[in-house]
């Protein structure tokens, strides 16, 4: 490996990313687009159905903002299996951890 142009032995990094680092929010656009299209894939197949709001009848299925998402879907008990089956299956891909004690479920 070369540092500076100069050879040097291999490195393995003992920290992860440091506070302030320009890196985490482009690292969280990456991965949260990831869980968009998972749950996209789904609703085209009719799996999850979709909160229709407004005159025209827009689709409301996910919002993300800093470290949260929001989910909105009918209310009924196969939506949630189903969401917490993405949730899973995201848990196995990426290797991020879904805390379910701190999740919440509510109808509007």
């Known amino acids: 490996m070369?540092?500076?142009?100069?050879?040097?032995?291999?490195?393995?990094?003992?920290?992860?990313?440091?506070?302030g680092d320009p890196l985490p929010p482009f690292l969280f656009f990456i991965v949260a687009e990831g869980l968009s299209g998972i749950v996209r894939q789904v609703v085209d197949k009719n799996l999850l159905k979709v909160i229709k709001v407004g005159k025209k009848e827009v689709d409301v299925n996910i919002l993300q903002f800093a470290d949260d998402t929001l989910f909105f879907y009918q209310a009924e008990t196969q939506n949630i299996f189903t969401i917490?089956?993405?949730?899973?299956?995201?848990?196995?891909?990426?290797?991020?951890?879904?805390?379910?004690h701190k999740s919440k479920v509510g109808g509007i």
């Open 2 to 19: 070369l540092v500076n142009g100069s050879p040097t032995e291999e490195f393995k990094p003992s920290k992860g990313l440091r506070q």
């Open 84 to 100: 917490k089956s993405i949730l899973c299956f995201f848990e196995l891909a990426l290797g991020l951890k879904v805390n379910f």
